[in-house]
């Protein structure tokens, strides 16, 4: 997977509101991506959902401490399941690519590897192997390809737990075979992502049905997005389930992905209400209170669009915070969250950006708390119906609830006059 500083950010922000990134952080990120690299959890531990294991009769456990003896069994010395477990052409076919896909891991194998899953799919048989290794145990996916079996991406599984490890992988050209592993607790999963007109997020789960150690799902092609959502109960960001094979879906050709513009502008009088100057600080809005905009058992990328924060204060005395979401190829949604005096953020209103327009935001507030208008570059004034033009600023700002238009002067001299009226 190739990310840039701002998604690994981003995505810290969103998991942890108070961790920051680790040094080293961005190229392990980037070398989970290419095939045959082994990930190192414990790097991403502040990223990934924990794996967090319960032992339960017949399914694939994956518990906490690679250290401990009894980690090592459940993966490394129970018998095969599924519905080749039997097939010894097949397991033979499993242990030699795991052989040919090992040889360059950077933690040596040790002994010999045990194949915990081994079944027939949509797209051709699959298997999940673990094995032994100096520091701990190496596992990972072999997946059916047109010249056989072929390892995927490897994980180790170090003393210091099994953060990351990936209990899921697309199969199959189109990638519309999801095969999830039993890790003996409830899952859920989303075919389809839909947005609501407001912008929120639609989502519709169902629980997984597992059958002698995993389950096999037919879903949309995800060819150059993902739609699909996987989740431990309950469906919430640190029980997202990682799944192999998307960043060849998220970044196509392992190639980077340039960093999106962060744009961030303080109205007048906001340091005021806010005790600080909140863009200084690059405040962004809890995650609670953008809740219903955020997929957050997904896993998405960005298509460069600029990411906006607007600070400000309203007539009222609330603070004002205006911030973007934006995902895949989708358009930008607007999110405009005000907060009282000791009280948290609510979102209170939402629209889309057209950033190829001369005023790429203007959001109408409830309450006749204004209207806020953003155009990066730009010199803004207002009027009502016919009045006198009044000067408002640049680059952004929250106009009278009363204002009929805006007048949009850009970089280059050129002046739009843009409708705001209710």
């Not at 339960?56 to 010395?77: I, R």
């Not at 309950?234 to 050709?253: C, D, H, K, W, Y």
């Not at 989708?330 to 950033?355: Q, R």
């Not at 238009?405 to 409708?419: F, I, L, M």
């Given at each position: 997977?190739?990310?840039?500083?701002?998604?690994?950010?981003?995505?810290?922000?969103?998991?942890?509101?108070d961790?920051?990134?680790?040094?080293?952080?961005?190229?392990?990120v980037?070398?989970?991506?290419?095939?045959?690299?082994?990930?190192?959890?414990a790097?991403?531990?502040?990223v990934?959902?924990?794996?967090?294991?319960?032992?339960?009769?017949?399914?694939?456990?994956?518990?906490?401490?690679?250290?401990?003896?009894?980690?090592?069994?459940?993966?490394?010395?129970?018998?095969?399941?599924?519905?080749?477990?039997?097939?010894?052409?097949?397991?033979?076919?499993?242990?030699?690519?795991?052989?040919?896909?090992?040889?360059?891991?950077?933690?040596r194998?040790?002994?010999?590897?045990?194949?915990?899953?081994?079944?027939?799919?949509?797209?051709?048989?699959?298997?999940?192997?673990?094995?032994?290794?100096?520091?701990?145990?190496?596992?990972?996916?072999?997946?059916?390809?047109?010249?056989?079996?072929?390892?995927?991406?490897?994980?180790?599984?170090?003393?210091?737990?099994?953060d990351?490890?990936?209990?899921?992988?697309?199969?199959?050209?189109q990638?519309?075979?999801?095969?999830?592993?039993?890790?003996?607790?409830?899952?859920?999963?989303s075919p389809?992502?839909?947005?609501?007109?407001?912008?929120?997020?639609?989502?519709?789960?169902?629980?997984?049905?597992?059958?002698?150690?995993?389950?096999?799902?037919?879903?949309?092609?995800?060819?150059?997005?993902?739609?699909?959502?996987?989740?431990?109960?309950?469906?919430?960001?640190?029980?997202?389930?990682?799944?192999?094979?998307?960043?060849?879906?998220l970044?196509?050709?392992?190639?980077?992905?340039?960093?999106?513009?962060?744009?961030?502008?303080t109205?007048?009088?906001?340091?005021?209400?806010?005790?600080?100057?909140?863009?200084?600080?690059?405040?962004?809005?809890?995650?609670?209170?953008?809740?219903?905009?955020?997929?957050?058992?997904?896993?998405?990328?960005?298509?460069?669009?600029?990411?906006?924060?607007?600070?400000?204060?309203?007539?009222?005395?609330?603070?004002?915070?205006?911030?973007t979401?934006?995902?895949?190829?989708?358009?930008?949604?607007?999110?405009?969250?005000?907060?009282?005096?000791?009280l948290?953020?609510?979102?209170?209103?939402?629209?889309?950006?057209?950033?190829?327009?001369?005023?790429?935001?203007?959001?109408?507030?409830?309450d006749?708390?204004?209207?806020l208008?953003?155009?990066?570059?730009?010199?803004?004034?207002?009027?009502?119906?016919?009045?006198?033009?009044?000067?408002?600023?640049?680059?952004?700002?929250?106009?009278?609830?009363t204002?009929?238009?805006?007048?949009v002067?850009?970089?280059?001299?050129?002046?739009?006059?843009?409708?705001?009226?209710?």
């Amino acid at each position: 997977m190739t990310m840039n500083d701002s998604d690994v950010r981003g995505i810290l922000h969103r998991a942890t509101d108070d961790l920051v990134s680790p040094p080293g952080l961005l190229a392990e990120v980037r070398r989970g991506g290419r095939r045959r690299v082994v990930r190192r959890r414990a790097v991403l531990a502040a990223v990934c959902a924990a794996v967090v294991a319960v032992p339960v009769a017949g399914v694939l456990d994956l518990p906490g401490n690679a250290g401990d003896p009894q980690f090592a069994s459940l993966l490394l010395d129970e018998p095969t399941r599924g519905d080749l477990a039997a097939d010894e052409g097949y397991l033979r076919q499993v242990r030699t690519a795991w052989q040919r896909g090992t040889e360059q891991a950077d933690d040596r194998p040790r002994g010999e590897p045990n194949v915990v899953w081994a079944g027939r799919t949509p797209a051709g048989p699959a298997a999940y192997v673990a094995q032994r290794s100096v520091h701990g145990m190496t596992t990972g996916f072999v997946k059916p390809t047109a010249d056989g079996p072929r390892v995927g991406t490897l994980t180790q599984v170090t003393d210091t737990g099994t953060d990351g490890v990936e209990q899921a992988v697309l199969l199959g050209p189109q990638r519309d075979v999801l095969l999830v592993l039993d890790s003996g607790q409830p899952v859920e999963f989303s075919p389809q992502l839909r947005y609501a007109p407001d912008g929120k997020i639609e989502r519709t789960f169902e629980p997984v049905a597992f059958r002698d150690g995993a389950a096999v799902l037919s879903v949309p092609p995800q060819r150059t997005k993902l739609t699909i959502a996987l989740s431990r109960t309950p469906v919430e960001q640190r029980n997202a389930m990682l799944i192999e094979g998307t960043s060849e879906v998220l970044f196509p050709g392992n190639k980077d992905r340039p960093a999106p513009p962060l744009i961030r502008y303080t109205l007048p009088g906001a340091e005021q209400v806010w005790g600080m100057d909140p863009a200084a600080k690059e405040v962004i809005a809890p995650t609670e209170a953008l809740a219903g905009y955020l997929d957050t058992a997904g896993a998405h990328t960005h298509d460069g669009s600029p990411r906006l924060w607007v600070y400000g204060a309203t007539p009222d005395g609330r603070r004002l915070l205006l911030e973007t979401v934006q995902y895949d190829d989708e358009p930008s949604h607007v999110i405009a969250l005000l907060a009282g005096k000791y009280l948290p953020f609510e979102a209170v209103a939402s629209t889309t950006a057209d950033w190829s327009a001369p005023l790429p935001v203007r959001l109408r507030l409830p309450d006749n708390q204004g209207v806020l208008v953003a155009a990066e570059g730009s010199a803004l004034s207002y009027r009502v119906g016919d009045g006198q033009w009044q000067d408002a600023g640049r680059n952004a700002a929250l106009l009278p609830a009363t204002a009929t238009d805006v007048r949009v002067t850009d970089a280059n001299g050129t002046t739009t006059n843009v409708s705001v009226a209710p």
